[in-house]
Structure formats: C-alpha cells, structure tokens
C-alpha cells in the first residue's frame, strides 16, 4: 500500500512556483470564462446555463469564474475506495500514491514471448498478479477486447470486469466506451457489495474518464460522469493529450488545456450532486515530431504531469496520473522508463498512478514490467519514507561504543534495525559466484519466473456461488437485449 507521508518528513518534488501554478490556474479560469468548451450533452449544458454559465451557439458554454470556485469548494479533498470485501484500501487525498496495473492496452504480451490481441483470460491473468504483487495496489481494465460474435461490443465491458473481480480484491478502476456498459458494471458491484446501499457506503469501483481535447466534452462521458454522481460514488475524469497535437506544444499552455477540461468535469459533477469525490489529472503523451506517432515517457511529459500534479494540490483535490513506456518489448528501455515514471509520480504527489506495465505507449501490456514496475516503486516509497531523526537513529551512544577503527555489523542497534533496510525481490545483489551458481539469470528470467510463482500459487478468495450467478444474470440480461444479424 501507499507511504503515509504524514508520518515523517518525506520529500516532495516542487517544479512550479507558487506564482507559476497561480498564473495556470488563472489562464484556465480566463479560458473557460472567455473562449470556453463545447459540452455535446444538451442536459449538462441546460445545467450549466441554470448555474450560471453562458451558452453561445449549439455547445459552446462559458463558465464564469465563480461557478468553478464554488465547485472546487464542494468536491471532498480526500476519500476512502475499498476492496472487494468493503475494506479501507486506498486513502486518497492524504498523500499517498497508489499505482494500478492497466488501462485499456489493446494486445498481451505473455512470459513465453506471445503476443496477441487480448483476451478475457488475460484480463484475469493481469488481475491476478497484480493482486499477488505487494506494491501495487488496484486493477485498471487492462484490455481491450476486441469485439466479435463470442463477446459482443454490448458485454465485452461487462465479461472484463467479471474477470477482474474474480482474480483480485483490490479496487477496480473501470474503463467503458459507453454508459449502458458502466451501468451494468455498477449493478455487478452492487451485487458483489451486498445490494445499492452497501455499494454507496463503502465503493470498491470507479470509472475512468477522459475528456476530448481541445476543450469538448462528449456526450458519453457525461452520462457516465453523471452515473457515478446520481450513485454518489467517486469518479474519475482526467485530460489525455498529446502534448503540440491536441494542446500547445509548451508545458505551460498544455496545463491551461488539462486544467480546462478537468475543472469543466469537475463543475459537472459538483452540479448534478454536490460533494460528489472526483479525481482529476492528466494522462498525456508527447508527440514525436520526427514520426507523428505519440509517445508516453520523456521529460516533457512529466514536466505537465507534475505541473497539473500541483494544480490539483492548489485546488485540493485528489490527482490521478500514468507510469508507463515506450519500449516494444520488455527490455533495458522498459525498464528505465517504469522506474523514472513510478518515480516522477510518487516525487510529484499524485494519488492514483495507472498503466503500470504499459508498453508501446498503451498498446501492449507485459506481465514482466509489471513485475519491474512492482521492485521499482517499493524502491521509491522506500526512500519517501524520508530520515527520522531521534536519539535512536542518530545512534550517538551506539557511535561511541564502537569508537574509531571499530564494526558496526555486530552491534545490538545493527541486529535492532537492519530489517529496516530496504532490500530486492527481482535485483540481484548476490556475489557473482552465487549468482552464476543460480544460472546467471537476468532480470527479465527473474521476473518470468517471479509470474510462473504467482499463477500457480496465489489464491484469491472465491466470490460465493449466488454472487457470481447474480453478476452473470446481469451480463445475460443485456446479452438478450443484443440484435443479431441475419
């Protein structure tokens, strides 16, 4: 689980000023208030206009600065998500990072190299090592299924959820095409929790969302926004540009768009019912302007993550984020750009990290660079831990002890302490001749080997045989509501 970061004095990376993220916030303000977003629901924008907002032609809606401020003030700053069995499991907004393994990648490479479109199975897989994996602590939908006469668009949705539910207790984090989709996932929750009222009290699902940049907000997007509100359960709607496409090539300019469009998400769901919990950030990218193609990892994609990181400390609202990579494969690269991704998100203070595992900028999940991403960040919350400094670590009696020329290996403090000290699962610290007598296995052979051990001994606790019939009568309840070609 996360780093209690009230426990000792942990380091937290600054990259704007205080001028500098005031200015931002004032550029968004200004935006939404003068050029404004296009809102393709016309009952978000009746809402709006009732609130106070300006409509001008068919979608364009101008929000005025008060209206935001009021909606900043009403959403919760901090909020508990639990498991499957209505456990605290993630405190947000109380500076932790929890990262999450997914979202939505559209093939699975396996531990033998295999790589193919993903398939249920997979979604279950995923679940279950993430679930195994002690740092990493919730399950975005990791696949996208393709669409086809076995798992119809109508119910891929819901069958992924299924399996994510069955191979992890942790917390869900749900992405759908649709709002139909979301509804009957939010039904196999309620299921799971207990019935509504159980699912309210303590939610275990939160639905990921994204706006459409620049500045438009889809019609599908609000419905589900407004799903979650009318449960009264949190929700997530973050941005996911590419930085110099879809926002302004400069890191300041792409945090005016972000901003834009989380706030615009944010007064939605503050109007349709106040105090609803709501996470807010950015997922972007970074277009590659020698290729065209998008990218997810460089220094000027966290400059805006840790720029919009900030943003939404100013406005004290919990932060949602990525960790992933560009690499094809599970190699060198991939592994240098989880750990500087898991790293720039928990040094800039963001609550909920996704696509951990990712590669290929979202298209490929890898069970081994989950598997790295899992050493990585117990790595990085080892070290935010900070330095406590008491008369017991600062060891002055110890120091005097042993004295000049002495060893310190064999002191009582040493025996006391030394489990406080960080230490691998995956890297090898081994002198090389235990190494070799291992097989001289790299670090990729290790984390193969680290998921052939969790397939084949975790256990996750089976939901009961009522609960299961009741999340499948839902998915057969919108199966008969299919038509099918003749």
């Given at each position: 689980?996360?780093i209690?970061?009230?426990?000792?004095?942990?380091?937290?990376?600054?990259?704007?000023?205080?001028?500098?993220?005031?200015?931002?916030h004032?550029?968004?303000?200004?935006?939404?208030e003068?050029?404004?977003?296009?809102?393709?629901?016309?009952?978000?924008?009746?809402?709006?206009?009732?609130?106070?907002?300006r409509?001008?032609?068919?979608?364009r809606?101008?929000?005025?600065?008060?209206?935001?401020?009021?909606?900043?003030?009403?959403a919760?700053?901090?909020?508990v998500?639990?498991?499957?069995?209505?456990?605290?499991?993630?405190?947000l907004?109380?500076?932790?990072?929890?990262?999450?393994?997914?979202?939505?990648n559209?093939?699975?490479?396996?531990?033998d190299?295999?790589?193919?479109?993903?398939?249920?199975?997979?979604i279950?897989?995923?679940?279950?090592?993430?679930?195994?994996?002690?740092?990493?602590?919730?399950?975005?939908?990791?696949g996208?299924?393709?669409?086809?006469s076995?798992?119809?668009?109508?119910?891929?949705?819901?069958?992924?959820?299924?399996?994510?539910?069955t191979?992890?207790t942790?917390?869900?984090?749900?992405?759908?095409?649709?709002?139909?989709q979301?509804?009957?996932?939010?039904e196999?929750?309620?299921v799971?929790a207990?019935?509504?009222?159980?699912f309210?009290?303590?939610?275990f699902?939160?639905?990921?969302?994204?706006?459409?940049?620049?500045?438009?907000?889809?019609?599908e997007?609000?419905?589900?926004?407004?799903l979650?509100a009318?449960?009264?359960?949190?929700?997530?709607?973050?941005?996911?540009?590419?930085?110099?496409?879809?926002?302004p090539?400069?890191?300041?300019?792409?945090?005016?768009?972000?901003?834009?469009?989380?706030?615009?998400?944010?007064?939605?769901?503050?109007?349709?019912r106040?105090?609803?919990?709501?996470?807010?950030?950015?997922v972007?990218f970074?277009m590659?302007?020698?290729?065209?193609?998008?990218?997810?990892s460089?220094?000027q994609?966290?400059?805006?993550?840790?720029?919009?990181?900030?943003?939404?400390?100013?406005?004290?609202?919990?932060?949602?984020?990525?960790?992933?990579?560009?690499?094809?494969?599970?190699?060198?690269q991939?592994?240098?750009?989880i750990s500087?991704?898991s790293?720039?998100?928990?040094?800039g203070?963001?609550?909920?990290?996704?696509?951990?595992g990712?590669?290929?900028?979202?298209?490929?999940?890898?069970p081994?660079?989950?598997?790295?991403?899992?050493?990585?960040?117990?790595?990085?919350r080892?070290?935010?831990?900070g330095?406590?400094?008491?008369?017991?670590?600062?060891a002055l009696?110890?120091i005097?002890?042993?004295?000049?020329?002495g060893?310190?290996?064999?002191?009582?403090?040493?025996l006391?302490?030394?489990?406080?000290?960080?230490?691998?699962t995956?890297?090898?610290?081994?002198?090389?001749d235990?190494?070799?007598?291992?097989?001289s296995?790299?670090?990729?052979?290790?984390?193969?080997?680290?998921?052939?051990?969790?397939r084949?001994e975790?256990?996750?606790?089976?939901?009961?045989?009522?609960?299961?019939?009741g999340?499948?009568?839902?998915?057969?309840?919108?199966?008969?509501t299919?038509?099918?070609d003749?």
């Amino acid at each position: 689980m996360g780093i209690d970061r009230t426990s000792v004095d942990a380091p937290q990376f600054r990259l704007l000023t205080d001028e500098k993220i005031q200015a931002i916030h004032d550029g968004a303000l200004r935006v939404l208030e003068t050029t404004g977003i296009d809102v393709a629901h016309e009952g978000a924008r009746s809402m709006l206009v009732d609130a106070g907002a300006r409509q001008e032609g068919e979608l364009r809606i101008r929000v005025p600065r008060e209206l935001v401020e009021r909606s900043i003030e009403s959403a919760p700053g901090s909020f508990v998500l639990y498991d499957r069995a209505g456990n605290e499991a993630l405190r947000l907004g109380e500076g932790q990072t929890y990262y999450g393994a997914g979202v939505t990648n559209l093939a699975f490479r396996d531990i033998d190299g295999d790589q193919h479109d993903f398939t249920l199975e997979d979604i279950g897989k995923v679940a279950l090592v993430a679930d195994a994996l002690p740092n990493i602590d919730f399950v975005s939908t990791p696949g996208v299924i393709k669409p086809s006469s076995a798992n119809p668009v109508e119910i891929a949705d819901q069958r992924a959820f299924f399996e994510m539910v069955t191979h992890t207790t942790m917390p869900l984090m749900v992405l759908t095409p649709d709002p139909y989709q979301l509804e009957d996932i939010y039904e196999m929750a309620e299921v799971v929790a207990g019935g509504p009222e159980a699912f309210a009290a303590k939610p275990f699902v939160i639905p990921y969302l994204n706006t459409v940049s620049p500045l438009v907000i889809n019609p599908e997007t609000v419905d589900k926004l407004f799903l979650a509100a009318d449960r009264g359960t949190p929700v997530c709607a973050q941005a996911a540009p590419p930085i110099g496409g879809s926002v302004p090539v400069t890191i300041a300019g792409a945090a005016v768009i972000c901003a834009v469009e989380t706030l615009a998400s944010l007064v939605l769901s503050q109007l349709r019912r106040p105090g609803t919990p709501f996470v807010t950030g950015t997922v972007p990218f970074v277009m590659d302007m020698r290729s065209g193609n998008a990218a997810s990892s460089g220094p000027q994609m966290w400059q805006l993550v840790i720029a919009m990181g900030e943003l939404t400390r100013k406005w004290g609202i919990p932060s949602v984020t990525s960790a992933g990579g560009d690499s094809k494969i599970p190699d060198e690269q991939a592994g240098f750009e989880i750990s500087y991704g898991s790293q720039g998100a928990i040094y800039g203070g963001y609550d909920m990290v996704l696509n951990v595992g990712r590669l290929e900028c979202g298209l490929l999940h890898s069970p081994e660079v989950l598997a790295f991403a899992n050493e990585a960040i117990g790595m990085h919350r080892e070290f935010v831990r900070g330095v406590p400094v008491n008369d017991t670590t600062l060891a002055l009696d110890v120091i005097d002890d042993v004295g000049p020329g002495g060893f310190f290996l064999g002191h009582q403090h040493t025996l006391d302490h030394f489990r406080e000290l960080w230490g691998p699962t995956l890297a090898s610290w081994e002198p090389r001749d235990m190494w070799e007598e291992r097989g001289s296995t790299t670090m990729g052979d290790r984390a193969r080997e680290q998921v052939r051990r969790i397939r084949a001994e975790h256990q996750v606790a089976a939901l009961p045989d009522e609960v299961l019939a009741g999340m499948q009568e839902v998915i057969s309840r919108r199966e008969a509501t299919i038509e099918v070609d003749d």
